[in-house]
């Protein structure tokens, strides 16, 4: 009997399985999904639309090669709920997932029949919210920032979710390899020598993979990093007592700055689950600065999707609660106290909120000057001079561009040892140049910043973005040199 368009599509469970849908859905390219679709599903163009809620047209026009791009969060939750997509499958394209563990039934099918656009994913329960120590109303019950809840609450609960991966497969690379890692994924070292899983080195790879963040190594940290949380896994599994406690203290920081390079690449679902996976990891370590210390990739997270709110109140709030509870104000402490004060200011000022955050940014100075000067303790970068390059975010997210270019003329970039934060710097300052109408020093500054941390500039999508701003209204002899400098490191406006 031949199958009509209006037919249903039926979707083998092994689909989502496949390697190349993995990484189809990890990069959410959405023209491979639905090419994958009709090779081993037998999906038409058609079917796919009526599933998707979109037309026949524009899912042709997505299947051609160079064709529509999707790139909103709209789209994409519609059509992993038009495919019925799995959790584990939802959760790589970035969207939360649709089930949590406690409510998903034990019998699974061999095929998923989709018959209509199934409904939105399920609100996360008012119980997460309070582990963040965050209202169930604080955004103001908009359902588009609840979503943002969900992904965070999938990704506590993602191992569980993930528990019908495959164990075997060709190894992943890139960002795939961090999705492996992050969901316990075999690796090719996971039966490690006792050596590779001694505190001592797992210290220093951990050690090694802030610096190179902090030198804005990028595609050095995406190399070395999903292997190290690989032995992190088996380290913490393997040892007890004190040697146990040391273990999860370096997973925390490791899934900290997984998180941090992920954000920084626009892998927003992978970064929800590193920054939970740091959180987790932190809350068994029992040590309260490091607690703090994820804490701050927690309120990053939250204010990367929109949550300002939030990010706000989950940042002052663990700020609050480790200053309660730690006795001593060591170096350490108030690094990652001061810190958390500043992430919370950011987050303030990403929402207009400039008492709040003039008040967090004060508070941040006062620890700093306790602190006594700037340095890196606990990886934070933390001291007066981070308070005043934060000044120039904040008020560059005011758009008080004026204000920001003058908090920038008080900082000495000699002062700054870590590159990363000098290139921050930069980014913000060409940004506000931007916003006051001087196209021909933003860019100067932006071909200064790009000398100092090439990958800063030429991967991060934010940047992109930044330059497309700056291109879109400068005059047209900057255009013209922002076009070949843009050629020249190879991104694409």
């Keep these: ?13 092994s689909l989502w399985q496949r390697p190349q849908m993995i990484e189809a859905l990890t990069t959410r390219d959405i023209r491979t999904v639905f090419h994958l679709l009709r090779q081993y599903a037998g999906a038409s163009q058609t079917q796919i639309a009526i599933a998707c809620g979109m037309s026949q047209g ?12 999707v790139t909103t969060l709209e789209v994409f939750e519609r059509i992993a709920d038009g495919l019925q997509m799995p959790d584990p499958a939802r959760m790589t394209l970035g969207l939360a997932p649709r089930t949590l563990p406690a409510f998903t039934s034990p019998t699974t099918t061999k095929a998923t029949i989709i018959t209509s656009r199934a409904a939105p994913a399920d609100l996360v329960p008012p119980a997460f919210l309070g582990s963040l120590d965050i209202d169930a109303d604080v955004e103001e019950g908009d359902p588009v920032h609840r979503r943002t809840f969900g992904k965070l609450a999938g990704a506590s609960v993602f191992s569980a979710i993930l528990a019908d991966l495959p164990s075997d497969g060709a190894p992943l690379e890139g960002v795939e390899a961090f999705a492996a890692a992050l969901a316990g994924y075999p690796s090719s070292n996971d039966d490690p020598s006792p050596a590779a899983l001694s505190i001592a080195r797992l210290d220093a790879a951990v050690a090694a993979a802030k610096r190179s963040y902090q030198d804005c190594k990028y595609s050095t940290v995406i190399n070395s990093l999903p292997a190290l949380l690989a032995d992190l896994r088996n380290a913490c599994a393997i040892y007890d007592g004190d040697a146990r406690l040391q273990a999860e ?7 900290h700055v997984a998180a941090s390079i992920l954000l920084k690449l626009d892998h927003e679902g992978l970064a929800w689950l590193a920054a939970d996976r740091s959180m987790q990891a932190a809350r068994r370590s029992q ?13 990053h997270a939250l204010m990367n999707d929109g949550h300002h709110g939030a990010a706000t109140k ?12 730690i006795d001593q104000r060591t170096p350490d ?5 001061g810190a958390l004060l500043l992430r919370g200011a950011v987050a303030a000022g990403q929402r207009s909120d400039r008492h709040t955050a003039a008040t967090l940014l004060d508070e941040a100075e006062a620890a700093g000057h306790e602190l006594g000067g700037d340095y890196n303790h606990r990886w934070t970068a933390f001291g007066p001079t981070n308070v005043q390059l934060h000044r120039v975010n904040i008020a560059l997210k005011l758009g008080d561009a004026g204000a920001a270019i003058q908090h920038a003329r008080t900082v000495d970039l000699g002062r700054i040892p870590l590159t990363e934060r000098k290139a921050k710097l930069l980014v913000d300052t060409s940004g506000a140049l931007t916003q006051w109408g001087k196209h021909d020093k933003a860019y100067e500054v932006l071909r200064y910043a790009h000398q100092l941390a090439p990958e800063e500039i030429s991967a991060r999508p934010a940047v992109h973005r930044m330059l497309g701003d700056l291109m879109a209204t400068a005059p047209p002899s900057i255009k013209r040199q922002l076009k070949e400098f843009t050629t020249e490191i190879g991104v694409r406006l």
């Design 1 to 13: 009997m031949s199958r009509r368009a209006s037919d249903p599509i039926v979707i083998p469970d």
């Design 58 to 69: 524009k899912v042709s026009e997505t299947m051609k090669k160079g064709g529509r791009q």
């Design 249 to 255: 203290a370096l997973s925390a920081e490791a899934h």
């Design 287 to 299: 040590d309260l600065t490091t607690i703090g210390s994820s804490a701050r990739i927690i309120t």
């Design 314 to 325: 989950t940042a002052s709030t663990y700020a609050e609660r480790i200053d309660h509870d």
């Design 333 to 337: 402490f108030l690094s990652v106290y």
